[in-house]
């Protein structure tokens, strides 16, 4: 049992950061149809950078908190005005080819920034872990659950209440009916790229001090994100939220009881298996997945 709860923990945690990763991906998704896979450089960015403010600058936690967001912000802002914005034409392929070259770029910047080294930082709150029929729970994976959850109301209530979320949502249905009857298209997508961007830098801020963060767990993180989206249905908030919890529970289950290098390949099975037996997700619907061009 106690070995059992441990391996729950664990999957709970990184099933967490998977769940706001696939929340990053739906934001962008929401706004746009692109898929940015270019998601889980964000969390990298997050990481490193919090702890470039934290211990190398040596501000305080709220500043640095605030300052890798907007930084984060402003690496998305500035993704989207120099590679999205130009293009004349809205072919989505070659949106998402970009959002690839832009994960390898910001990935070497990172590497030429911080090195090979991975990087942590202390726990939010100090104290001794939790024991849970003998099973260890750290005080930082509350952190992390309460994050996850603020992060699921908001962007819950920012698409579902909000106008501001709503002209997103129908930027992505159809964008020249979105503009027909005011809708500045244009900046949603800007928008929609900043908090991204920041969603994923909230879940490496997190995920650092319990999880070495180093330069290329960009790639590996956005399959990952993007695995728990497709499972729960592109553009499902809950439908993500979801899928990051059961991919990041079986991953753990596999690496404990059977073998740790077959866990990465947990996700990328119950994608294949998804798009092939139900491609709109667990929360999707047909109808849905076809006014979308993906």
Same mark, same amino acid.
């Given at each position: 049992?106690?070995? /059992?709860?441990?391996?729950?923990?664990?999957?709970?945690?990184?099933?967490?950061?998977?769940?706001?990763?696939?929340?990053?991906? #739906?934001?962008?998704?929401?706004?746009?149809?692109?898929? #940015?896979?270019?998601?889980?450089? /964000?969390?990298?960015?997050?990481?490193?950078?919090?702890?470039?403010?934290?211990?190398?600058?040596?501000?305080?936690?709220?500043?640095?908190?605030?300052?890798? *967001?907007?930084?984060?912000?402003?690496?998305?802002?500035?993704?989207?005005?120099?590679?999205?914005?130009?293009?004349?034409?809205?072919?989505?392929?070659?949106?998402?080819?970009?959002?690839?070259?832009?994960?390898?770029?910001?990935?070497?910047?990172?590497?030429? %920034?911080?090195? +090979?080294?991975?990087?942590?930082?202390?726990? /939010?709150?100090?104290?001794?872990?939790?024991?849970?029929?003998?099973?260890?729970?750290?005080?930082?994976?509350?952190?992390?659950?309460?994050?996850? *959850?603020?992060?699921?109301?908001?962007?819950? *209530?920012?698409?579902?209440?909000?106008?501001?979320?709503?002209?997103?949502?129908?930027?992505?249905? #159809?964008?020249?009916?979105? +503009?027909?009857?005011?809708? #500045?298209?244009?900046?949603?997508?800007?928008?929609?790229?900043?908090?991204?961007?920041?969603?994923?830098?909230?879940?490496?801020?997190?995920?650092?001090?319990?999880?070495?963060?180093?330069?290329?767990?960009?790639?590996?993180?956005?399959? +990952?994100?993007?695995?728990?989206?497709?499972?729960?249905?592109?553009?499902?908030?809950?439908?993500?939220?979801?899928?990051?919890?059961?991919?990041?529970?079986?991953?753990?289950?596999?690496?404990?009881?059977?073998?740790?290098?077959?866990?990465?390949?947990?996700?990328?099975?119950?994608?294949?298996?998804?798009?092939?037996?139900?491609?709109?997700?667990?929360?999707?619907?047909?109808?849905?997945?076809?006014?979308? %061009?993906?």
């Amino acid at each position: 049992m106690t070995v /059992f709860l441990q391996f729950l923990f664990s999957g709970l945690t990184v099933g967490a950061v998977y769940a706001l990763v696939g929340l990053g991906f #739906n934001i962008i998704y929401n706004a746009t149809s692109i898929i #940015n896979l270019a998601q889980g450089e /964000f969390v990298v960015i997050g990481g490193l950078v919090m702890w470039f403010f934290t211990q190398s600058v040596q501000l305080p936690f709220l500043p640095s908190l605030l300052l890798t *967001l907007l930084t984060a912000g402003l690496i998305a802002l500035l993704m989207e005005r120099l590679t999205i914005k130009p293009l004349k034409k809205t072919d989505l392929l070659l949106m998402i080819m970009i959002t690839v070259a832009v994960s390898i770029l910001l990935r070497g910047l990172l590497m030429f %920034k911080f090195g +090979k080294e991975p990087y942590v930082y202390d726990p /939010f709150t100090a104290g001794e872990p939790l024991q849970i029929h003998g099973a260890i729970l750290q005080q930082q994976t509350l952190w992390i659950f309460g994050i996850t *959850l603020l992060c699921i109301v908001l962007i819950y *209530l920012f698409f579902s209440r909000t106008l501001l979320g709503k002209a997103m949502r129908a930027c992505a249905v #159809n964008p020249t009916a979105a +503009k027909l009857v005011g809708i #500045n298209v244009e900046r949603m997508i800007m928008i929609s790229f900043v908090l991204s961007a920041a969603m994923g830098a909230l879940a490496g801020i997190a995920i650092t001090p319990v999880s070495l963060m180093e330069y290329d767990k960009g790639p590996m993180l956005a399959v +990952k994100g993007f695995s728990a989206a497709i499972m729960g249905g592109l553009g499902r908030g809950r439908g993500s939220v979801l899928g990051g919890f059961i991919i990041g529970i079986l991953e753990s289950m596999t690496a404990g009881y059977l073998h740790s290098g077959l866990k990465d390949a947990v996700a990328l099975v119950i994608m294949l298996a998804v798009l092939f037996f139900k491609p709109a997700g667990l929360f999707g619907s047909k109808a849905m997945l076809q006014l979308r %061009k993906f």
